[in-house]
């Protein structure tokens, strides 16, 4: 499953899926723009706000590609809080109930704020200090994918980028 396809990642994701032949079933909002999902792509929306349409679209789902986030600079907190946070509690509380055994989230390296380290690449287990409202929302989602992991056996890998830019982004 990838949560989140027909946004900037997750569209990137699912062309990789596709062009590997590798099956899979692509989830975003009803309203979101379908134009860069692959021709034949199972699409099942949903909305990470609304727990009940998470059932369905984790059904028969071994690994999720959580890609799915509020990435806007002027977003609220409130809508970060919303989707970022709140919404991967719902994602992890759908995938529990489904027998999920992979979760992959996207998050990024802005969880680490603009600190100093003596080594590079930076390591997972470095100080968390997010200085903007969606890298704190993102450490929030995080942490909540780490106590499913922990407290719930959802095998669980988070991948933290740096700045991702490239076809179809709407920043830079």
Not at 56 to 65: E, F, P, R, S, T
Request: charged share 25%; net charge negative.
């Amino acid at each position: 499953l990838v949560t989140g396809a027909c946004g900037f990642t997750g569209s990137h994701v699912c062309d990789i899926l596709h062009e590997r032949g590798i099956p899979f079933r692509a989830t975003d909002i009803e309203s979101a723009d379908r134009q860069w999902l692959p021709p034949g792509t199972e699409f099942v929306p949903s909305d990470l706000t609304q727990p009940e349409t998470l059932e369905a679209v984790v059904k028969g789902i071994d690994i999720i590609l959580h890609t799915a986030a509020i990435f806007d600079w002027s977003a609220s907190e409130e809508t970060l809080q919303a989707v970022n946070v709140t919404g991967m509690e719902n994602l992890c509380a759908a995938a529990k109930a489904a027998g999920v055994k992979r979760l992959v989230s996207w998050s990024t390296s802005g969880v680490y704020g603009n600190q100093k380290f003596d080594t590079l690449p930076i390591c997972e287990d470095y100080p968390a200090k997010p200085i903007d409202k969606y890298s704190i929302s993102k450490h929030k989602q995080d942490q909540i994918a780490l106590r499913y992991c922990r407290e719930e056996g959802l095998e669980t890998t988070i991948i933290r980028p740096g700045v991702v830019y490239g076809p179809r982004s709407k920043y830079g």
